[in-house]
C-alpha cells in the first residue's frame, strides 16, 4: 500500500507533514508512504531513514489563498497536483493533503477522475457523537449546490463507507432537514426523501441537526451549503464552550482547586471533539482514494489521517464503492 502526503500543504506544513509521516512509517512498517514536496526543503527534516518512507520532488506549492481551478491547471509540478497524478497514474494507491479545500477538490475532479456513476464527489468527514461512533457527515462543503441524486448518491457511498471502514453492519443512514416528517424541508431533501428510501441501505429518514451529536444515525445526508454550515456551527461552539470553561477555572483559587479534579475528563471530553482525532475527510465518489486532512492539521493528524486511508485501502473501500455504483448504472 502505497500512500502519497503532499508535504507542503497546510498551516504547519512542511513541519507537521514530515513528523506525522514519520511515526506513521513506523507504526506501519506494512504500507509505503512518499512525500511530495521540495526535497531540499523536506530531506532536512527526515531526523530517520526508513525504509518505507520516501520523498518525491515536486517544485511548486497551491496556497490557501489562490483560486482552484487556475492553480491546479497552471502549476502543473504544485505538490498536491503532482500526488493527485501518482494515484491516477498508480504510483501511489492514495493521498492525504491538509492544503486548499478548493484545490484538492479540484485536483480530485481534473486529476484524479470521477468514479463511473458519480456526478459530484462529497466531502465526508465524522463528526462526533456521545456514543464515540461518530456520524459520517456528507457532503460537508465539497459542492455547495446539490440536486436529489447527488444527495442519494452520497447516502450509497457513506453507507458503504461506514461498512467496509467502520464495520458497522447495517448503517442508519440520515438525510439532514428541519424536522423529522417525510414531507418537510426544501424542495431538495423533499425530492431526495423517496431517492434514499429507494435505495438498498438502512434509510431512517429525516434527522435534526440537534440529534446528530446523540448519534442519530451513522450516516448524515446534506448538501455541501447546509452541511458546511453544521460543520462551522459544530467546531465554533466546541471552541467557544472550551474557551469559556477556562474562563471559569481560572477565575479564583476554589475554581483552579475545581478544575484540577476536573482536568482529566475535560481532557476527555475535548478529545471527543477534536478533529485532529479523526485525521481527515475522504473526497468520496473519486477514482482513487483522497483524503483531505484539517487546514490546522499536526504531525498527530497527519498520522491519523494516514491509519485512515491504510484502513479504507485494506477494505477496499474504492473497489466496494465502484462496484455498487456500476452495478446501479447498469441496471438503470
Not at 514519520?22 to 509505503?32: M, R, V, Y
Not at 530517520?48 to 489563498?65: D, F, M, T, Y
Not at 460543520?231 to 476554589?254: D, I, Y
Request: proline share 4%; charged share 25%.
Amino acid at each position: 500500500m502505497r500512500i502519497a502526503i503532499d508535504a507542503m500543504g497546510g498551516d504547519f506544513a512542511p513541519q507537521s507533514t514530515v513528523e506525522g509521516a514519520l511515526s506513521a512509517a513506523k507504526e506501519w512498517p506494512d504500507i509505503e508512504i512518499i512525500l511530495v514536496g521540495d526535497q531540499a526543503v523536506l530531506d532536512p527534516m527526515l531526523k530517520e531513514r526508513l525504509p518505507n518512507l520516501s520523498v518525491h520532488h515536486a517544485s511548486e506549492v497551491i496556497s490557501g489563498e489562490e483560486e482552484p481551478v487556475k492553480a491546479v491547471r497552471r502549476k502543473k509540478d504544485a505538490s498536491m497536483v503532482v500526488a493527485g497524478r501518482m494515484v491516477k497514474e498508480g504510483q501511489a494507491e492514495a493521498m492525504i493533503s491538509a492544503g486548499n479545500t478548493g484545490a484538492l477538490m479540484t485536483t480530485g475532479l481534473l486529476v484524479v477522475g470521477r468514479m463511473k456513476g458519480i456526478e459530484r464527489p462529497g466531502l465526508a468527514p465524522l463528526l462526533p457523537t456521545i456514543d464515540d461512533k461518530g456520524t459520517l457527515a456528507l457532503d460537508l462543503g465539497a459542492n455547495m449546490d446539490a440536486k436529489p441524486e447527488h444527495l442519494a448518491q452520497y447516502a450509497l457511498m457513506g453507507s458503504i463507507y461506514r461498512q467496509k471502514v467502520h464495520g458497522i453492519s447495517s448503517p442508519r443512514v440520515g438525510l439532514l432537514n428541519v424536522g423529522t416528517e417525510a414531507m418537510k424541508g426544501n424542495e431538495l431533501t423533499k425530492a431526495a426523501y423517496p431517492l434514499l428510501e429507494a435505495l438498498p441501505i438502512n434509510f431512517v429518514g429525516n434527522v435534526e441537526s440537534r440529534d446528530v451529536l446523540v448519534g442519530a444515525c451513522d450516516v448524515l445526508v446534506c448538501d455541501g451549503f447546509a452541511g458546511n454550515i453544521l460543520l462551522k456551527a459544530m467546531e465554533g461552539t466546541a471552541g467557544t464552550l472550551f474557551s469559556l470553561l477556562k474562563e471559569e477555572f481560572t477565575k479564583n483559587l476554589k475554581s483552579k482547586l475545581a478544575a484540577a479534579v476536573l482536568m482529566p475528563s475535560l481532557r476527555g471530553l475535548k478529545g471527543k471533539m477534536d478533529y485532529k482525532e479523526h485525521g481527515g475527510a475522504p473526497l468520496l465518489g473519486l477514482s482513487g482514494l483522497v483524503i483531505k486532512g484539517h487546514g490546522s492539521s499536526d504531525a498527530g493528524a497527519i498520522k491519523n489521517a494516514v491509519r485512515q486511508a491504510r484502513a479504507a485501502l485494506q477494505s477496499q473501500l474504492i473497489e466496494s464503492i465502484t462496484k455498487e455504483i456500476t452495478g446501479r448504472v447498469t441496471e438503470e
